[in-house]
């Protein structure tokens, strides 16, 4: 890698506790083949817990020539290599990217079906008021293609990423 990354989707992990998944692993799909169809290039960084890996092939499905970033290493390692958005359903870093003023935080988390209503509405007052409400949350997908599409970069800077790690 020796370049930065326009979009970077996070595997998440705040939809799960105590290895269970709190939102319809089939309702993500519908979010993923959208995002796929978009003229963005993204990179993936995958949970490093097993479990996420039962959308495991949904990635490979929808984004088969999509750059994977090592899953050891902790997602806000790269945050400094993305040049626009960083996207999750819930993941907790998203709370650590609103503080980038030129990164845009992005939650799928009203765009996914819900097991627990209720869990999804804690998750999602905590990452606002931890945010200080710099998390942007869609709640259809033209809302969703306007957020990643605005006030993209034209050009990307290339750094060396692989010196860094």
């Given at each position: 890698?020796?370049?930065?990354?326009?979009?970077?989707?996070?595997?998440?992990?705040?939809?799960?506790?105590?290895g269970?998944?709190?939102?319809?692993?089939?309702?993500?799909?519908?979010?993923?083949?959208?995002?796929?169809?978009?003229?963005?290039?993204?990179?993936?960084?995958?949970?490093?817990?097993?479990?996420i890996?039962?959308?495991?092939?949904?990635?490979?499905l929808?984004?088969?020539?999509?750059?994977?970033?090592?899953?050891?290493?902790?997602?806000?390692?790269?945050?400094?290599?993305?040049?626009?958005?960083?996207?999750?359903?819930?993941?907790?870093?998203?709370?650590?990217?609103?503080?980038?003023?030129?990164?845009?935080?992005?939650?799928?988390?009203?765009?996914?079906?819900?097991?627990?209503?209720?869990?999804?509405?804690?998750?999602?007052?905590?990452?606002?008021?931890?945010?200080?409400?710099?998390?942007?949350?869609?709640?259809?997908?033209?809302?969703?293609?306007?957020?990643?599409?605005?006030?993209?970069?034209?050009?990307?800077?290339?750094?060396?990423?692989?010196?860094?790690?």
């Amino acid at each position: 890698m020796s370049r930065m990354f326009d979009t970077l989707i996070i595997g998440d992990g705040s939809g799960i506790a105590d290895g269970n998944i709190f939102f319809h692993i089939d309702s993500i799909h519908s979010v993923f083949s959208f995002l796929s169809k978009l003229p963005v290039e993204y990179v993936l960084k995958r949970h490093p817990l097993p479990i996420i890996y039962e959308h495991k092939d949904i990635y490979d499905l929808l984004f088969p020539d999509c750059e994977e970033l090592a899953e050891y290493i902790p997602v806000e390692f790269y945050f400094q290599f993305v040049a626009n958005n960083v996207i999750s359903i819930c993941s907790y870093s998203l709370i650590f990217v609103s503080i980038f003023p030129d990164l845009k935080a992005i939650s799928l988390l009203e765009l996914v079906d819900w097991k627990d209503e209720s869990y999804k509405n804690e998750i999602k007052t905590d990452m606002l008021a931890k945010s200080k409400n710099n998390i942007q949350f869609p709640s259809d997908l033209e809302m969703l293609e306007k957020l990643i599409m605005e006030g993209r970069k034209n050009e990307l800077v290339c750094n060396d990423i692989e010196g860094a790690i």
